[in-house]
């Protein structure tokens, strides 16, 4: 399975991996607005054939409140192509770019209360944690888990040289100018 | 003003009387004016109108940007530059005027152009930190330039120069390592692809280049490459894979043997997939075929992989599973499923929880030609919260032409108080609206399949409208090779297979529909039912709207309704035809099929010089394609119409065309009957061609020679048994069913068509195509009594592991 970083090209394909695999779906514009937003950070598995067969749609938050982090907007493997650690190479990519172009210091995401297999994925085999309950986020009702999952190694390895890992937390607000 | 507003809220008219009223009054409305035409697409009125403003204010910095943006969306790429010099002369002190004056001489190959400009922004800049996001996409911009100009060794020193300001070290090393190897340091190179594989072990491109360094003489030292990797990488996928597609013999089997070990012990469902790549490499599917074989007795007789192996060595249960499962692909793909299916059930005995297990019995049904689906339903209910098993039943029911229960499947995963197919259509949701059209077309639903592939073209015209808004965004945000990279994609966004597949359904229908007009009166009941649907389907998006989008985009562009009655009876069908096409010739030029349709539309149209256009085009991709063959026979044909066809074209257009026939046909006259015939004769065992061979001779010799096109075809049959015909099932599938429909050889008797069907019935006995009428009334009647059972059971087994 070829793990590479998606370009504009991509996208489409995508987008037809998404409306097979998960019940969230989104219009083209905002893959291209993620494409072209941090264009480092959107990663595709591809076999043999060219097919998409699982991809990880991640993002910078636009207002961090404190440290800078990375979201992952969305990830699926299509259902025949597990055990093969797909959707953790895709993450350990995503988090990598996150870290070296963008400095992240943690990476979020949400997932369904009731999704056994990816809590098992990201809290066992990524080392996530659950900062919170989200009650009613998803569209059909279901609560949602808000993850986390501080990117410390990650930093040590591709992480800038001179940076801090840990951000001083902000002193009172100064005026707006 | 008022007018503009108004557009926004919806009131289009009003908007436009108001407007037009200000234009009389007041001529620096234009501006207002193009708005509002740029809203309904009208972009050619736009632009004319922004120039129209920019007479009565030249420096209006609002005008100027609007027509920009119109300029590079339309590809207008001299005035892009003009326009955006107008900008920097009013703002220079603006960080995108100087990076879009830029991006302007880029768009349009003068790559000195752009560095210039921007190297004399950079003089003015100092980056806010060392380390600035957008600062440092900018610098990547430029290496990225200098790349494209062939500026190797510059883009390598300025790379270094400003390396302490580069956040993006992945790229930075993948042009490095490029950079280094096209200007021979290659030491330098492979150290820096080393570390790139080390970032990322599953990027197979990284590997062919670090052997395009390393240069191996052959499989042992190409060998020696992976085994050292192996061992700095023990986790990576990718080094155990690639020695597979290059090594053969002894070796082979031993690596090939280690792997599949490997794989079936972790319990890998797509193993077959991913091997299966080395099947057309002579030999290696025999081997594939005896290692997997010699596991699944030893693992029956004693728990391990062979007899040999130690006894600490005991596999689990479950490898067993796994081995049988490769088996069943196996057999399947080699079009033998009486084995495969006995394999698959010996699975599902074993553990009938596996999900899997069904969707692949499901699937080599499909392969054999039993479009039931059953079994893809008993998968999807084993595992009712994952879509995509649920897409896969979905998908093969609309292929088997069940639409009503295949918008029941969908609609459990699309929200909820839409009709399933119109929330897909709204989603883009390509791989729905392509074999939907495939299958209604099939059903001889003309204007359902019709509005299906209207649907993927306006999907892919509102893909090339969404760019519009980046143009200031990707300016803004320094995002720049990306920014370049999409607007070269939404060049050539229809080249897509999605689009090539919606375009060649479209086509042949509109082909069909011209050469078959649809009655205007006939098929009462299915107006009704259409016209029935589509207030349902209107009356649903009502109430959903009313519910949910109480705010909607009003302001959205928003395109007439397509009524699929409409479609079908269309008196155009031609230039609709032509709509779809031009895209594929403009963009696709290795697609032999892409000119072959060119050609089937052209003759439609009467086209001789086209017609010939798209021949020699062909010819030069493909010169031995089947389609192609009868693409030439059908021009031979007319131009041995001598009273016809060849004197009502002027004579340049005749004279034009005596001149090529040489180079087509080997003779300045052959006969077509001649080309053809030697054409079959050299299509000897191969089923495909031999078909498009007899078609062609029923066509120009017609109804006298039906025995002996049938005689052919029979005979074609039985001599395929032995050259691997049983993998031809949609080959011999679509023969008969043209056989029946009397598109082959025209109204064919019954005893003849009977046996046909039993002599293909013989080779593919699962296929329901072939079944007898009573036999096809049995199976019907069978899966109806499944049916209950399945679609209302909850699942009692939820668990898959």
Not at chain 1, 64 to 85: C, F
Request: charged share 25%; glycine share 4%.
């Amino acid at each position: 399975m070829n793990i590479r970083n998606a370009t504009p090209a991509d996208l489409m394909n995508m987008q037809d991996c998404n409306l097979q695999c998960l019940p969230e779906n989104y219009q083209m514009k905002y893959y291209l607005y993620h494409g072209l937003s941090w264009p480092q950070l959107s990663f595709v598995a591809e076999n043999l054939d060219g097919e998409i067969v699982g991809y990880v749609l991640a993002k910078m938050e636009e207002d961090p409140e404190d440290q800078p982090h990375g979201h992952i907007t969305s990830l699926a493997v299509k259902r025949n192509y597990r055990r093969l650690g797909i959707a953790q190479k895709l993450m350990d990519q995503a988090s990598r770019a996150m870290v070296e172009s963008f400095h992240a210091r943690y990476v979020s995401l949400h997932v369904r209360v009731s999704n056994r297999a990816a809590l098992q994925l990201y809290k066992k085999t990524l080392g996530f944690r659950i900062s919170e309950t989200e009650p009613k986020y998803y569209a059909d009702g279901e609560d949602a888990y808000a993850m986390k999952r501080m990117l410390r190694e990650f930093w040590d390895k591709f992480g800038p040289k001179g940076v801090d890992f840990d951000v001083k937390p902000a002193k009172a607000k100064a005026v707006e100018p | 003003m008022k007018g503009l507003i108004l557009s926004y809220m919806g009131k289009k008219d009003e908007a436009w009387e108001l407007v037009k009223r200000g234009l009389k009054n007041n001529l620096k409305s234009w501006h207002v004016f193009g708005l509002l035409q740029r809203a309904e697409r009208k972009y050619d009125e736009a632009m004319k109108a922004y120039k129209c403003a920019l007479r009565f204010e030249s420096d209006n910095m609002q005008i100027l940007r609007d027509l920009s943006l119109l300029q590079v969306q339309m590809r207008i790429l001299d005035g892009y530059r003009d326009t955006r010099y107008q900008l920097l002369l009013l703002r220079p002190q603006q960080k995108a005027s100087w990076i879009g004056y830029a991006m302007s001489f880029h768009l349009l190959g003068d790559y000195d152009g752009t560095l210039a400009i921007l190297k004399e922004y950079c003089k003015t800049q100092k980056p806010s930190s060392q380390y600035d996001y957008e600062h440092s996409e900018l610098l990547l911009y430029m290496v990225s330039v200098m790349l494209e100009a062939g500026q190797q060794q510059a883009a390598l020193d300025f790379l270094n120069e400003h390396d302490a300001n580069i956040m993006d070290r992945t790229y930075t090393k993948e042009v490095r390592a490029r950079l280094c190897s096209e200007l021979g340091r290659l030491s330098e190179s492979e150290t820096v692809m080393r570390e790139l594989i080390s970032v990322n072990p599953e990027n197979r491109a990284y590997y062919a280049q670090l052997e395009e360094l390393l240069k191996p003489s052959g499989p042992v030292e190409r060998m020696a490459i992976y085994a050292d990797l192996r061992k700095t990488h023990p986790r990576a996928a990718m080094p155990r894979r690639l020695p597979l597609d290059f090594l053969t013999g002894d070796e082979f089997v031993k690596e090939l043997d280690n792997y599949l070990r490997q794989s079936f012990h972790k319990g890998v469902p797509q193993l077959f997939r991913l091997v299966e790549g080395l099947y057309d490499q002579p030999g290696k599917a025999d081997v594939a075929l005896r290692l997997v074989e010699g596991y699944r007795s030893s693992l029956a007789d004693c728990g391990r992989f062979g007899e040999s192996d130690p006894a600490s060595s005991a596999e689990p249960p479950s490898t067993l599973v796994w081995v049988w499962y490769y088996l069943a692909q196996h057999y399947s793909k080699l079009g033998r499923p009486a084995e495969a299916l006995r394999v698959i059930d010996l699975a599902i005995e074993h553990t009938p929880t596996l999900t899997e297990l069904y969707s692949l019995k499901g699937q080599i049904y499909k392969d054999a030609g039993d479009m039931s689906c059953e079994y893809l339903k008993e998968a999807q209910s084993l595992d009712t919260a994952d879509r995509y098993v649920n897409s896969v039943c979905a998908r093969y029911l609309i292929q088997a032409g069940r639409m009503e229960e295949a918008e029941q499947f969908l609609g459990r995963f699309t929200r909820e108080g839409t009709i399933a197919g119109e929330h897909l259509a709204d989603m883009q949701c390509m791989w729905y609206l392509t074999e939907c059209a495939a299958s209604y077309k099939r059903l001889g639903q003309y204007g359902q399949a019709l509005k299906k592939c209207h649907e993927v073209e306006r999907h892919f015209n509102e893909m090339v409208e969404d760019q519009f808004d980046f143009h200031s965004y990707c300016l803004r945000k320094m995002t720049l090779r990306a920014y370049v990279s999409m607007l070269r994609l939404e060049d050539k966004l229809k080249a897509h297979p999605y689009y090539f597949t919606a375009a060649r359904l479209a086509i042949d229908t509109y082909l069909m529909l011209h050469r078959r007009p649809l009655d205007a009166l006939a098929d009462d009941s299915e107006r009704q039912k259409a016209e029935q649907e589509q207030a349902a389907r209107l009356a649903a998006r009502k109430a959903h709207n009313k519910e949910h989008d109480a705010d909607s985009d009003a302001n959205a562009f928003k395109e007439e309704a397509l009524d699929p009655e409409k479609l079908a009876r269309t008196d155009k069908p031609l230039d609709q035809a032509v709509t779809f096409l031009r895209p594929l010739l403009n963009l696709c030029p290795d697609s032999v099929e892409a000119q072959c349709l060119g050609f089937d539309v052209y003759r439609a149209r009467q086209r001789p010089l086209l017609m010939l256009r798209c021949l020699l085009k062909a010819k030069s991709i493909d010169a031995s394609h089947p389609w192609l063959h009868a693409c030439l026979v059908r021009f031979l044909a007319m131009t041995a119409d001598q009273q016809g066809a060849m004197a009502a074209m002027e004579p340049p257009v005749r004279a034009l065309i005596v001149q090529h026939l040489p180079s087509l046909f080997g003779s300045a006259s052959v006969a077509p009957k001649a080309f053809n015939d030697a054409f079959l004769a050299k299509s000897a065992g191969n089923f495909v061609n031999t078909c498009w061979g007899l078609r062609l001779k029923y066509e120009l010799e017609g109804s006298t020679s039906q025995s002996a096109c049938l005689a052919a075809l029979t005979a074609a049959l039985s001599a395929g048994s032995a050259a691997g015909i049983e993998r031809q099932l949609e080959a011999c599938s679509n023969a008969y069913i043209e056989l029946r429909s009397g598109d082959l050889f025209g109204t064919v008797d019954a005893d003849n068509l009977n046996r046909l069907r039993t002599q293909l019935h013989d080779l593919f006995p699962y296929a329901r195509e072939f079944f007898s009428p009573t036999d096809a009334a049995a199976a019907a009647a069978a899966v109806v009594k499944i049916q209950p059972q399945v679609l209302n059971g909850e699942t009692s087994n939820n668990g898959d592991e």
